[in-house]
């Protein structure tokens, strides 16, 4: 009688631990060590993605300027090298000194750190909404290297202008530069 109850109990002790290792999990929320600039670029462009949102682009490349107006703009292509610059990646966490104090976010890249991203200075308004982001990038190894400034302007948490100046020179080949401005066409 003493088995069958200690199987019993054992059973049931087993059973009531996985029904506890069933339960709802807690989502793991990503935390934010500097300003959340993907996600607030990424509502951006939920909402130009919803319109039908025109450019008026500059192109310089190599001293050539191509001037257009474009429609049915994909922005998650238009605005990646922006978005590559998130800094709230896991790897990122200790990466950069913030420098930052009320009216804007400032974060730099620590000197014993080797990521692309170099600087991102980040101006906002009373309530926290961009007006201007200045973001510097930079890679360099043997094959090739590169550096891009990156300018975005905002008016009242939208984007108004933004603003690409880079250059990339590969191993045994000329420099090539380029610059791309975007102004956003009111409606």
Request: aromatic content about 14%; overall charge positive.
């Amino acid at each position: 009688m003493m088995i069958i109850y200690l199987k019993n109990l054992t059973s049931f002790i087993f059973v009531f631990g996985l029904l506890l290792g069933c339960g709802s999990a807690e989502k793991s929320v990503q935390k934010n060590n500097y300003f959340a600039w993907s996600a607030f670029l990424k509502q951006q462009i939920i909402g130009y993605a919803n319109s039908n949102q025109r450019v008026h682009k500059t192109v310089v490349l190599d001293g050539k300027k191509e001037v257009k107006i474009v429609s049915n703009v994909d922005w998650e292509k238009e605005f990646a090298l922006y978005l590559e610059a998130d800094l709230n990646k896991p790897a990122y966490e200790k990466s950069y000194d913030n420098l930052s104090e009320p009216g804007f976010y400032w974060y730099s890249l620590k000197k014993d750190e080797s990521l692309p991203v170099k600087k991102m200075i980040i101006h906002v308004d009373a309530d926290e909404r961009p007006t201007k982001v200045e973001i510097e990038i930079s890679q360099k190894n043997f094959l090739f290297e590169t550096r891009k400034k990156l300018f975005m302007n905002f008016s009242e948490g939208r984007i108004q202008t933004y603003y690409i100046e880079g250059m990339q020179q590969f191993f045994l080949a000329e420099p090539t530069s380029y610059k791309i401005l975007g102004v956003l066409i009111a409606k």
